[in-house]
């Protein structure tokens, strides 16, 4: 019940005029940016993020919500439509979606999509009212070393758990830490890697790293193998609309869609791949029209797309109950909310009701204003994915270096730019995933002064991260997860779903 | 984003047996955990009670010495990823329009000129053949950028001779 006093509160906030502009605002921002093949919600976030610092915290993060679900729309409309991903968790849709554009039903692709993604992220987004106030009742209970366990978990299962390579996704974590530990560190005052660079004291600038990474990085990688891939646009051909028969079979799918994604992107156990390629391998197994899989089955566009939505409102659980990100995304929207000063986590529940419910509430609201734009709006979509590359990419980076001298207008933070591009290119090249080297420069520092204020406590003692059954347990989930991969070779992949 | 994207081209590298990038990352691996290192020990150590600013530094030292090993492992027995064939001219132009950008605000040119450059090099790197006419649409979205930023988001971005006529 209390849930649904805060809820109504949240939706008081929400509805006022000028925060139902912001959240369309994000909504469309969202979508045209996460539209953009190669732009993931990720870096739409951090592109965007610069620019709005000047703005009124409460309708920023209001704006941020609906950035984070218009750029998981507009991600699958180009997964459907030209079959580039902009983020791995809309692969598997763009296995049977772009196979359905092909054969003239791009239409009836992206509405069980946009259907679909409405559902999952209303039922995800209820859970995450209903879960937020009972885990933020517990979370009020962690002791530092708790926290400090809880995130060895994430970084765990972000980078080894669930990637490729257990040693290159801990790689990549390990570069995320190393860059987390430059600057003034904040309890001694003293500075850490700087080497007199005065840019450096101020540590690295999340929205920086993440724009380099992905937007460089990505610029540079698409650029380097140009001759050798090349995209094609399908048009969107007959009717936009679901027969009988597509309702038919979509409704099944996106209800078990959405069952796989809120769980998993709750916990935290690293992003929406996951669930869209279980969701992916659960209908090609339970589906009526085995033969259409690999073709164009709409059930496979239908669970994966609802599993996506259900997994990105699931990962909020964790970002703003524990102030946990689990996913690049998640990292760029912590990013937000630290550029305000804010940090979530069961004091921002206590302290800022209007700002955390208002912002549950608004994505509701942004979750119904996409449905109602997205598909009539699908013709513009469309014309924004037929700008020529060339521009296109030119375009990214004078937004991607015009954003960062904004934010810190100075050489040294163009040259930073620059040099996390040339290793996201590098990262790409040699396959080492990126979003935990985001996540460790976000939550390595938050770790670190979790675990020197567990030891200050404790007099030095490192074995108060036993002592603590929450924190001792959360280890050891730690450690089964990291070890474990390196047994079961065959865990790290749900790569057979893909032949 | 694109951390998935594994497709084998025809036409990959054929690769030796010991893999000489794999094995340039574990060296590179290695000295960035000498240099955490190095740089730890000149932090000092303020209260007896706290690990101090020394801890997370060690930690991640002996991680990265770790992963050293590790990747160095996978670069012997051949693990990594196979690669395709690299086009080195459109990655030139990409880093060199960056490097005119941050060379002329470093000197107070302004981002205009800077800005326009790196649209119309990086447009060639994606196989444009138009530099002049990229050079001027580069400006005009320079400009239109500058004006919603300075005037709408009261953002300010370096100027120089050319901004201040606006």
């Known amino acids: ?499 | 984003m694109s951390d998935v994207q594994q497709l084998t081209m025809p036409g990959a590298e054929s690769r030796v047996r010991i893999d000489i990038a794999g094995l340039a990352i574990a060296l590179t691996l290695l000295a960035l955990a000498g240099l955490v290192w190095w740089d730890m020990t000149k932090l000092q150590l303020l209260s007896p009670y706290d690990v101090g600013p020394k801890a997370m530094p060690v930690i991640v030292s002996a991680g990265l010495a770790l992963l050293a090993v590790g990747n160095g492992i996978s670069a012997f027995r051949g693990d990594l990823p196979p690669r395709d064939s690299l086009d080195w001219r459109p990655i030139l132009l990409i880093l060199g329009g960056l490097a005119c950008l941050i060379a002329l605000i470093a000197v107070g040119g302004g981002f205009m000129i800077g800005t326009a450059i790196l649209f119309a090099t990086t447009s060639a790197a994606f196989g444009r053949r138009a530099f002049l006419t990229d050079l001027l649409i580069g400006a005009v979205i320079a400009v239109v950028v500058y004006l919603l930023f300075a005037k709408l988001l009261a953002l300010s971005l370096p100027a120089g001779p050319l901004e201040h006529l606006l």
């Not at chain 1, 093949?37 to 209001?62: E, H, M, R, Y």
């Not at chain 1, 040699?430 to 670190?448: C, N, R, S, T």
């Open chain 1, 1 to 499: 019940m209390e849930a649904f006093i805060s809820l109504a509160h949240g939706l008081s906030v929400a509805i006022v005029p000028m925060n139902l502009l912001f959240a369309l605002i994000g909504v469309l921002l969202g979508t045209a940016v996460g539209v953009l093949p190669g732009i993931g919600p990720a870096l739409t976030v951090a592109l965007l993020l610069p620019i709005t610092f000047k703005l009124d915290p409460g309708g920023s993060i209001i704006m941020f919500a609906g950035i984070y679900y218009g750029g998981m729309y507009g991600g699958s409309t180009t997964a459907i439509l030209i079959n580039t991903p902009g983020e791995s968790a809309s692969m598997a849709t763009a296995l049977e979606g772009n196979k359905m554009a092909k054969a003239g039903r791009g239409g009836p692709a992206l509405a069980t999509s946009a259907i679909g993604s409405f559902v999952a992220g209303t039922i995800a987004t209820l859970g995450l009212t209903f879960l937020a106030p009972y885990l933020v009742d517990i979370a009020v209970s962690f002791g530092p070393e708790d926290y400090f366990a809880l995130m060895c978990v994430a970084f765990v299962t972000v980078s080894a758990t669930f990637g490729d390579s257990p040693v290159r996704g801990l790689t990549s974590l390990a570069i995320g830490l190393l860059l987390g530990l430059i600057g003034i560190d904040i309890l001694s005052g003293q500075s850490r890697l700087s080497f007199g660079v005065p840019e450096l004291y101020d540590n690295i600038e999340v929205t920086t790293l993440a724009v380099g990474l992905f937007a460089v990085g990505e610029a540079l990688y698409v650029a380097s193998r140009r001759h050798i891939h090349e995209e094609k646009l399908e048009a969107v051909r007959g009717s936009l609309w679901m027969t009988k028969e597509d309702w038919k079979r979509s409704w099944k799918p996106w209800l078990r869609g959405t069952a796989f994604g809120f769980p998993i992107g709750a916990l935290p156990a690293g992003g929406a791949e996951i669930p869209t390629f279980l969701s992916y391998a659960t209908e090609k197994r339970l589906t009526k029209h085995p033969e259409e899989f690999g073709k164009g089955a709409i059930e496979g566009v239908a669970g994966p797309e609802a599993a996506n939505n259900a997994a990105a409102a699931g990962t909020l659980v964790p970002l703003l109950t524990l102030g946990l990100p689990t996913s690049a995304t998640a990292a760029m929207m912590l990013a937000g909310f630290q550029q305000y000063g804010l940090n979530p986590g069961p004091l921002l529940f206590a302290d800022q009701p209007n700002l955390v419910w208002g912002l549950i509430a608004s994505l509701f609201i942004a979750n119904a204003m996409l449905l109602v734009l997205n598909l009539p709006l699908v013709g513009l979509w469309v014309k924004l994915l037929a700008i020529p590359q060339p521009w296109l990419y030119a375009g990214i980076l004078v937004f991607a270096t015009m954003g960062t001298i904004a934010a810190n207008p100075s050489p040294v933070e163009l040259i930073m730019l620059t040099i996390f591009g040339v290793l996201g290119f590098l990262m790409r090249r040699f396959d080492f995933p990126i979003a935990p080297v985001v996540v460790g420069l976000i939550l390595g520092p938050i770790a670190e002064s979790q675990l020197r204020r567990a030891l200050s406590i404790s007099l030095g003692d490192p074995m108060v991260l036993m002592q603590s059954p929450i924190s001792a347990t959360l280890l050891i989930i730690a450690l089964i997860a990291l070890v474990l991969p390196f047994f079961l070779k065959g865990l790290s992949r749900f790569k057979a779903v893909e032949d």
